[in-house]
């Protein structure tokens, strides 16, 4: 099942021409075309399904600078400024709330990474602060767990998935961009090295410059013009409950993770447990994911299932060029893992006894576009002038979002960046630059 989204109107005319062309409706991809069309930028947003209909939509919704690695940390301090200027732009509540991250333990190795990263968090202006054990107890209203310590962000917080990518998507169009649903981008159109403008199932948009925001779809969107792009998805599931008794906004702990939402309800999943679908896409790229996957292989199930066949990493989406198959999947929706929901049900109930009886409103699965590294790609593209990718953001894509969407429009404006773009070039992956994972 699919998470709820708010659904927003598409235009009904496509342009013959625009300054710029984004492909794909999700969080960066929308937040690129607001902050894009802002400027006065001509602007024309396509996505092959809804807006925020898949990664954008099936994430915690978490807006945090705690635990990020070095890389990601000065785009994530930029993304939560943004987060706070969107309400009053907007005119709309898109859910952001500095209502503080917790995270607790039991588990003293992991108290000890906390703890190791909390010097760094505070040479760099993040206000963490560690939580002994009674510290954390006065946080958390439950009595079944015995927590050893935590630490707290008490200016992080999170937002609602179901209205943000649609907000800002809506925040575009108020400025001039189109935004065309069910619109599927089939190729590029490049000349003499530069790319033109795109092909899509409804017609041909010329461009002087193309963001590629197609999330777990990048890596095959790209091949066809020879541009490797090494991308895994990791497959992984959430649920949401129904509305019920307040037992705080954010909390993570090795067992579980819970968002309380706008309506009262909570979003609940588990950090680190996930399927790695054996697919011909991830065996293409198997070396470059090996490190990574080999460090994490104990918190991770290995599968077969219908990736293989279909999708954006399966036997036909890498021996074919077939521009038409994104159109003929117009949402990633996976299976959610049964063996997660009752993992985190288990882990939920066990520590709240307030919640013992808590009921689920709704499960959906989802595939997280991962880099080899874990650190997004925000880039210009070699081979083809005027392209920009921004994708890979191995699960850290919704709460930096906005400052991704707001550096990969300076990267296609050629303007100064923000932040120091090296760390997220693309070239990192494919020129044998040796990578470090991350590991937050």
Same mark, same amino acid.
């Given at each position: ?195 033109? /403008?795109?092909? &899509?199932?409804?017609?041909?948009? +010329? @461009? ?6 197609? $999330?777990?779809?990048? *890596? !095959? ?42 309506? /009262?309800?909570? &979003?609940?999943?588990?950090?680190? +447990? @996930? ?6 896409? $991830?065996?293409?790229? *198997? !070396? ?153």
């Amino acid at each position: 099942m699919s998470p709820v989204v708010e659904r927003i109107a598409s235009n009904e005319h496509l342009p013959k021409a625009v300054d710029v062309v984004i492909v794909g409706g999700g969080i960066v991809g929308s937040a690129t075309a607001y902050f894009l069309a802002k400027q006065g930028v001509s602007v024309a947003l396509v996505e092959k399904g809804h807006v925020a209909c898949e990664q954008s939509s099936r994430n915690w919704g978490w807006c945090r600078q705690q635990n990020r690695d070095a890389r990601e940390l000065p785009i994530s301090s930029v993304s939560m400024r943004l987060w706070d200027s969107f309400a009053p732009e907007l005119g709309r509540d898109l859910g952001f709330r500095r209502c503080g991250l917790i995270y607790a333990t039991h588990d003293e190795s992991v108290l000890a990474q906390w703890a190791a990263w909390h010097p760094f968090g505070k040479e760099n202006g993040v206000d963490t602060r560690m939580l002994s054990a009674v510290e954390v107890a006065q946080h958390i209203p439950e009595t079944r767990r015995k927590w050893i310590g935590g630490v707290f962000s008490p200016n992080d917080g999170k937002a609602e998935p179901a209205l943000a990518a649609p907000a800002l998507a809506e925040g575009a169009r108020a400025h001039g961009a189109t935004i065309h649903q069910g619109c599927a981008a089939r190729g590029l159109d490049i000349a003499n090295g530069r790319v033109i /403008g795109v092909h &899509t199932e409804k017609g041909l948009i +010329k @461009a002087n410059a193309v963001l590629c925001a197609a $999330g777990a779809w990048a *890596s !095959r969107f790209l091949r066809p013009h020879g541009i490797s792009f090494p991308q895994a998805g990791v497959r992984q599931t959430a649920l949401r409950t129904k509305p019920t008794v307040d037992v705080g906004n954010c909390l993570y702990s090795p067992d579980f993770a819970m968002t309380r939402r706008l309506d /009262g309800s909570y &979003t609940l999943a588990i950090s680190g +447990k @996930a399927t790695i679908d054996i697919t011909p896409q $991830g065996l293409r790229y *198997s !070396r470059e994911f090996l490190p990574q996957f080999a460090r994490r292989l104990k918190n991770v199930r290995l599968g077969l299932g219908r990736s293989f066949v279909s999708g954006p990493e399966s036997l036909p989406a890498l021996l074919t060029n077939n521009d038409r198959i994104f159109e003929q999947n117009r949402v990633l929706d996976p299976e959610p893992q049964q063996w997660l929901i009752r993992k985190v049900l288990d882990g939920v109930r066990g520590t709240f006894p307030q919640l013992a009886n808590i009921e689920v409103d709704s499960v959906w699965g989802a595939l997280v576009d991962c880099s080899p590294d874990a650190v997004p790609v925000i880039s210009k593209v070699d081979q083809v002038e005027g392209l920009v990718l921004a994708a890979g953001c191995s699960g850290h894509g919704f709460g930096m979002g906005p400052g991704i969407g707001f550096l990969a429009a300076q990267l296609l404006r050629n303007d100064a960046p923000c932040v120091d773009p090296s760390p997220f070039r693309l070239s990192r992956l494919v020129d044998g630059s040796k990578l470090d994972i991350a590991g937050l």
